[in-house]
């Protein structure tokens, strides 16, 4: 090995992919080469991110320019939108069809979509190998299918390898139920997998543990490493313009702000009566305004119903400031006094944006189920306000505390409540990883 | 250059506000919108053009053996699905409506058929897709 070892990093989402999971992977990549390590990323084409989930150019320009980013064509045929390219058999028998194409995709790898491209992928990583030796191959889940680069090295020439999952495999973390039973195809992979594994990530404590139970022989090697919050963030929100993307400022009342995208499973008609209750009563200051920035649904149309109920609630000062730009996002944190985190409810759900809100020092209002496993990362955060419940009476005290927050301004508590948020800064995340798979690859 | 989108439904009883909001989804983005479907369905906004009558479908499949109720369930699914497509080829405003559309779109499975056959007279550079966000990126591409 030489002096700067060699990552192989794969991962499907890499920029210019918009995917939520492309944030740690550019992060991952980025730490490893200012560590000092030589990266290659095995990821997918630009075509394909334009085709299933939509590109944001400006993430390309944040990957380090000697991370050497190597691409692999693949196909989807279940998502193909393009019915001119569909089968007689797709149009006139679609259920059959559908069958005998998830038969084809499970044929390589259990994966729906993502099993068929194993092959170029495997093949793409031996290649990676013969011409310059990997010392260390990290994949990035999901797709699970990425594992499959990794374990071929290890197989072939014995690179250890780690597995990094976002989310999980045969856990569901909304319902906290199994997707695959212990004797399916896709546990028995797992275990397969995970036994081989020098590392293997997760994004939270609770779903760690969950792991931890279904493979114990593997729980020492098992380590969380948070999503957390890039640096340049409070660096952008020290430099923030007044943006029109940016909340209005006021010169009366508290600017509560939430920015997410408002999926069906967001609190958002508990989260309006919550503010309608705290406005109504006084509990906060009149001239309080709660801005809500991001997409309503999926889609980049916003949900009718979604923005209907927000309208309704213009009177008594929230507003809809549409979707918000990456590169807009320092600013609409720079101009809000105070944070909501609405979220749906599941113990093993962290949402990103939690570490995003730590990082402004501001206020920081729960509206989620306390069993959310935000809560863990909240929980010491002094100016945490969690709501007890989703009634609009709890909604509605815990807006009036962050409301008392933002008025006393009390230095001591933004300077703590910066230097807790200190802790989850992402390249704090990964360094210990680093440093112990350094020492682990000099071996 | 026309925006007029053929938005075609093949599920029975469309849900109304489900279809609501795609129409609204594709009027954001510039496009005239008209719904073919099987079932009598009121919008505010777009017109809608009924394609006869669904054919009818049995409460309840043969009970013992399941695949032969699954034989059912498609033949009956296929059925409907080709019955919409050959309509909307005999349906003179279907037809009219489908040959100047710019974009042509399929709101569920069992709208395929009827896309399907319709882009086979269509122009090649006239989008034929399922679902509304592939409509909305094919109303971005097409040239101003």
């Known amino acids: ?443 | 250059m026309s925006r007029a989108v053929v938005l075609v439904l093949g599920r029975p009883s469309p849900d109304p506000a489900d279809v609501a909001e795609s129409v609204a989804s594709l009027e954001a983005a510039g496009a005239s919108v008209v719904v073919l479907t099987h079932d009598p369905l009121e919008l505010d906004h777009a017109p809608v053009h009924v394609l006869g009558d669904r054919p009818q479908q049995r409460s309840s499949a043969p009970r013992p053996v399941r695949l032969a109720r699954l034989a059912l369930r498609i033949a009956l699914r296929r059925t409907a699905a080709a019955t919409l497509a050959r309509a909307a080829q005999r349906d003179p405003a279907a037809r009219d409506a489908l040959d100047s559309a710019a974009v042509v779109v399929a709101g569920d499975a069992a709208a395929i058929e009827t896309v399907w056959r319709a882009a086979r007279r269509l122009p090649a550079s006239t989008p034929a897709v399922t679902g509304v966000p592939a409509a909305l990126r094919a109303l971005r591409d097409l040239p101003a």
């Open chain 1, 1 to 443: 090995m030489t002096t700067r070892p060699h990552l192989l990093y794969v991962a499907w989402a890499f920029p210019p992919c918009r995917a939520a999971g492309v944030y740690r992977a550019l992060a991952t990549a980025n730490a490893f080469r200012a560590a000092g390590w030589r990266v290659t990323v095995l990821t997918t084409t630009r075509e394909a991110y334009e085709r299933y989930t939509g590109t944001d150019d400006s993430l390309e320009d944040l990957v380090d320019p000697e991370v050497d980013v190597h691409r692999v064509p693949f196909t989807w045929p279940a998502q193909e939108t393009d019915v001119r390219t569909y089968s007689r058999l797709r149009v006139v028998l679609p259920p059959l069809w559908r069958r005998l194409r998830r038969w084809a995709d499970m044929r390589d790898f259990p994966e729906a979509g993502y099993g068929p491209w194993r092959r170029d992928l495997v093949r793409a990583a031996r290649e990676v190998h013969r011409t310059d030796p990997v010392d260390l191959v990290i994949s990035t889940a999901n797709p699970h299918v990425t594992f499959e680069a990794a374990r071929a090295l290890h197989r072939e020439h014995g690179v250890p390898y780690v597995m990094d999952y976002r989310d999980a495999w045969v856990l569901d973390v909304f319902s906290g139920r199994r997707l695959h039973g212990p004797r399916s195809r896709q546990a028995r992979t797992e275990r397969g997998l995970v036994a081989d594994a020098r590392e293997v990530w997760f994004v939270n404590e609770p779903i760690r543990q969950w792991h931890a139970q279904e493979h114990p022989g593997a729980a020492s090697r098992m380590h969380v490493v948070a999503n957390g919050w890039d640096p340049g963030l409070t660096d952008a929100m020290a430099h923030a313009p007044a943006s029109p993307e940016g909340p209005e400022p006021s010169t009366a009342g508290v600017r509560f702000g939430y920015l997410g995208t408002v999926t069906p499973k967001v609190p958002l008609s508990e989260l309006l009566a919550g503010w309608r209750a705290a406005v109504s009563d006084g509990s906060v200051p009149a001239g309080s305004t709660l801005e809500i920035g991001g997409y309503l649904g999926y889609f980049a149309v916003p949900r009718p119903e979604m923005r209907e109920a927000i309208a309704a609630a213009a009177d008594v000062g929230a507003s809809y400031a549409g979707p918000v730009r990456k590169a807009a996002v320092a600013e609409f944190y720079a101009h809000v006094d105070a944070l909501v985190l609405a979220l749906g409810a599941g113990r093993y759900v962290t949402s990103g944006k939690v570490f995003e809100y730590l990082s402004t020092g501001r206020p920081i209002v729960s509206v989620h189920d306390p069993g959310n496993a935000a809560s863990q990362v909240l929980e010491g955060y002094p100016l945490w306000f969690p709501a007890r419940s989703l009634a609009p009476e709890d909604v509605a005290a815990a807006l009036a505390e962050a409301a008392r927050a933002v008025v006393d301004d009390d230095d001591a508590s933004r300077t703590a409540a910066l230097e807790f948020a200190a802790a989850f800064r992402r390249d704090r995340q990964l360094t210990p990883r680093i440093a112990a798979l350094r020492t682990a690859v000099a071996r």
